[in-house]
Nanobody, 126 residues
């Protein structure tokens, strides 16, 4: 069974950068759509980015385009989220997730993802 283990979260000043990692084991990720979600206290879980399997089409909400970048390293079976120009409102628990069956598109609906990492806390504060 696919297992996802996240790392890379922490405390960063506004304007700083972090790279989150999501190491997969058990199953190769190349046939999975992957996504990053985040959830702040009192807020709904929201999609940060997703990447389809195969051709690796990507999606970002407009507010994050140019700041966040999702990537996949199939050799090391790892997913990354590069986060730049971080803002206090980016503070949240960040989760990676994976699923099959989405075809050429990816999704930011949490219920469509069967496999999840444990989450990693990102705090943006001075």
């Amino acid at each position: 069974q696919l297992q996802l283990v996240e790392s890379g979260g922490g405390l960063v000043q506004p304007g700083g950068s972090l790279r989150l990692s999501c190491a997969a084991s058990g199953v190769a990720l190349d046939d999975y759509a992957i996504a990053w979600f985040r959830q702040a206290p009192g807020k709904e879980r929201e999609g940060v980015s997703c990447m389809s399997s195969g051709v690796s089409n990507t999606w970002y909400p407009r507010s994050l385009r140019g700041r966040f970048t999702i990537s996949r390293d199939n050799v090391n079976n790892t997913v990354y989220l590069e986060m730049n120009s971080l803002k206090p409102e980016d503070t949240a628990v960040y989760y990676c997730a994976a699923t099959t069956g989405l075809g050429r598109l990816c999704s930011t609906l949490p219920r469509q993802y069967a496999y999840w990492g444990q989450g990693t806390q990102v705090t943006v504060s001075s």
